[in-house]
């Protein structure tokens, strides 16, 4: 049975910085897409970032290109989102994502494509 439990929330000012991690368990994610995606208060989960698990592509939301980097650590069978420069406007509940299937540019930003989906951990930037 697929896990994946996200950590690393919390209140940050405006330009500050946080790391999130998704610890998985429960399969080999070696070959998994991995997928990081927010959801504000009255609008819908939108994508964030994704990779897939072994490295390789990354893929971005234009709005938080630049700012945030998508990273794993087999190892630890960890996935990161660090969050530089944070804005009031990436409040949200954050998600982990997983998929079995390869990624690509295109699949990967849609919330379907993934199988399995975490608990999310919320990020909340004061201005």
């Known amino acids: 049975q697929v896990q994946l439990v996200e950590s690393g929330g919390g209140l940050v000012q405006a330009g500050g910085s946080l790391r999130l991690s998704c610890a998985a368990s429960?399969?080999?994610?070696?070959?998994?897409?991995m997928g990081w995606f927010r959801q504000a208060p009255g609008k819908e989960r939108e994508f964030v970032a994704a990779?897939?698990?072994?490295?390789?592509?990354?893929y971005y939301a234009d709005s938080v290109k630049g700012r945030f980097t998508i990273s794993s650590a087999n190892a630890k069978n960890t996935v990161y989102l660090q969050m530089n420069s944070l804005k009031p406007e990436d409040t949200a509940v954050y998600y982990c994502?997983?998929?079995?299937?390869?990624?690509?540019?295109?699949?990967?930003?849609?919330?379907?494509?993934?199988?399995?989906w975490g608990q999310g951990t919320q990020v909340t930037v004061s201005s």
């Open positions: 429960g399969r080999t994610f070696s070959t998994y897409a």
């Open positions: 994502a997983a998929s079995p299937s390869s990624i690509g540019a295109v699949r990967a930003r849609s919330t379907s494509f993934y199988d399995y």
């Open positions: 990779t897939r698990w072994s490295g390789g592509s990354k």
